[in-house]
């Protein structure tokens, strides 16, 4: 059985988790996709124009958000069990996920197609706000689609 200074210590702690989990959902908000292009982009269907890429990240740690640049430029964040969708043009791109905490980055020359769909991993392997650091790299499709069902969808820039 607890001691009353140690209900009162978990009581604080777990309200401390209540206000920061309740915080990260509001700073998700805005950046979540509607509902219609969540299931239309998780439809899988590919733009006969243009290569179109999914870029994901399955694990379940929600509050360490990953910047993903596109040639230089950032397209969008993500964060745990969330997914973009982002049409490229058919040649070389430069995929690039980046801590802003920290400055680390990883990067994925990825070569586009039209018509083809290509889906791209982000990782987070030291889940540490001061150190979290990953990778981003290219898998097969069909094993890529069955996580990126589970995930929501995030806007991009």
């Known amino acids: 059985?607890?001691?009353?200074?140690?209900?009162?210590?978990f009581t604080i702690v777990a309200a401390v988790g209540v206000w920061a989990f309740r915080q990260w959902r509001a700073r998700l908000g805005p950046l979540r996709a509607s509902a219609e292009e969540e299931w239309i982009a998780k439809s899988f269907v590919p733009n006969a124009a243009m290569g179109r890429a999914y870029i994901f990240?399955?694990?379940?740690?929600?509050?360490?958000g990953i910047d993903l640049c596109i040639n230089g430029e950032v397209v969008g964040e993500t964060y745990g069990k969330t997914f973009l969708q982002i049409d490229l043009p058919p040649g070389e791109h430069i995929l690039t996920g980046k801590d802003r905490m920290n400055g680390l980055r990883s990067d994925l020359l990825l070569r586009v197609d039209a018509g083809r769909l290509y889906f791209v991993r982000q990782v987070v392997w030291r889940l540490d706000r001061?150190?979290?650091?990953?990778?981003?790299?290219?898998?097969?499709?069909?094993?890529?689609?069955?996580?990126?069902?589970?995930?929501?969808?995030?806007?991009?820039?």
């Open 130 to 157: 001061k150190w979290s650091h990953g990778f981003i790299a290219l898998c097969e499709p069909m094993k890529a689609q069955s996580v990126v069902r589970r995930c929501r969808m995030m806007t991009t820039n």
């Open 57 to 64: 990240r399955e694990e379940s740690v929600p509050f360490i």
């Open 1 to 9: 059985m607890l001691s009353e200074p140690n209900v009162l210590a």
